[in-house]
Nanobody, 122 residues
Framework: QVQLVESGGGLVQAGGSLRLSCTAS????????MGWYRRAPGKQRELVAK???????NYEDSVKGRFTISRDNAKNTVYLQMNSLEPEDTAVYYC????????????????WGQGTQVTVSS
């Protein structure tokens, strides 16, 4: 079994910063990718940023230049540094990890954190 534990959400004024963290634990052979998604009220869940094991990153267009995703492989932890926050960034942010849980390449599952609320006031 694998667990993802998130932290770092909260309330911040527009223009401020927050840093989200997510740590994976449990039956982990390797982590292929980790990322952050968000769901704003009345909207579909969307990818915010993702980082794969080789370090390649990709971002949703509206956060490029403001958010930075990084990863500490030794700690099985992914971070999302969010700067210049805007009210439109208000959402529940979910950590996601694609984890191989045995030595077989086909034994891969997607796991999700419980979500952390980010609220940006204008």
């Amino acid at each position: 079994q694998v667990q993802l534990v998130e932290s770092g959400g909260g309330l911040v004024q527009a223009g401020g910063s927050l840093r989200l963290s997510c740590t994976a634990s449990g039956s982990i052979f390797s982590i292929n990718a980790m990322g952050w998604y968000r769901r704003a009220p009345g909207k579909q869940r969307e990818l915010v940023a993702k980082i794969i094991s080789a370090g390649t990153t990709n971002y949703e267009d509206s956060v490029k230049g403001r958010f930075t995703i990084s990863r500490d492989n030794a700690k099985n932890t992914v971070y999302l540094q969010m700067n210049s926050l805007e009210p439109e960034d208000t959402a529940v942010y979910y950590c996601n990890a694609r984890i191989r849980y045995t030595g077989y390449y086909w034994d891969v599952n997607d796991y999700w954190g419980q979500g952390t609320q980010v609220t940006v006031s204008s």
